[in-house]
């Protein structure tokens, strides 16, 4: 069978529009993924950056508290008008699973810290006006042993989670 000069006109205009059209879809796709995945790095920075301002804040919260004995009136002066939910947020959903543990761990080492410090100011005010001063100051001391306790665990969690974030920034695939 022969092909007329019209047929085969026909077949290859229909063949080139295919295939400019593929071509089309194909190249929108890889777009699409391109900034998706821009997207998500970006995302992911964001989410790095905020989990060590927020580390760093609360490092100086400790070394002020553990030097004057007493808890700086703004935990977090350089504090986003997004809340720490939302910071929590995007931790959980965008940085890698190292980096997540360490912040839970970190978090709850921060916990932990407040706590001691709240016993031992308990401890000052209840015994305050106490008719045994050296018992009181005994236990006293004891609360802020605790406090600085809780501080070296705090420094240590945050090393850890100042590692995880540096390695996390390195923008090289890691194995979870």
């Known amino acids: 069978m022969r092909l007329t000069p019209l047929e ?3 077949i290859g205009t229909t063949l080139g ?11 929108q796709r890889g777009t699409q993924s391109r900034e998706r995945t821009q997207r998500l790095w970006e995302r992911r920075a964001d989410a790095l950056e ?12 400790r070394v002020e508290t553990l030097r ?6 703004d935990l977090d002066p350089n504090r986003p008008e997004e809340p720490v939910r939302l910071v929590e947020t995007k ?6 699973k190292v980096v997540v543990k360490a912040h839970i761990d970190w978090f709850e080492a921060l916990k932990a810290f407040f706590v001691s ?4 100011r308990g ?7 106490s008719t045994e001063p050296e018992g009181a100051q ?3 001391d004891a609360a802020w042993a605790m406090v600085e306790a809780r501080g070296e665990e705090l420094k240590r969690a945050e090393d850890t989670l100042t590692e995880a974030l540096r390695k996390a920034s390195s923008l090289r695939p890691q194995r979870h």
Not at 50 to 61: L, N, P
Request: proline fraction near 4%; charge should be neutral; aromatic fraction near 8%.
């Open 68 to 73: 004057n004995k007493a808890v700086p009136d």
């Open 8 to 10: 085969a006109t026909l």
């Open 17 to 27: 529009a295919s295939a400019t059209l593929l071509a089309s879809v194909i190249t």
């Open 138 to 140: 005994v236990l006293i």
């Open 117 to 120: 410090f709240l016993g031992w």
């Open 50 to 61: 905020e989990a060590h301002r927020v580390m760093v804040a609360f490092s100086t919260v």
């Open 123 to 129: 401890e000052v005010t209840r015994h305050a006006n």
């Open 91 to 96: 931790i959980a959903l965008y940085a890698p």
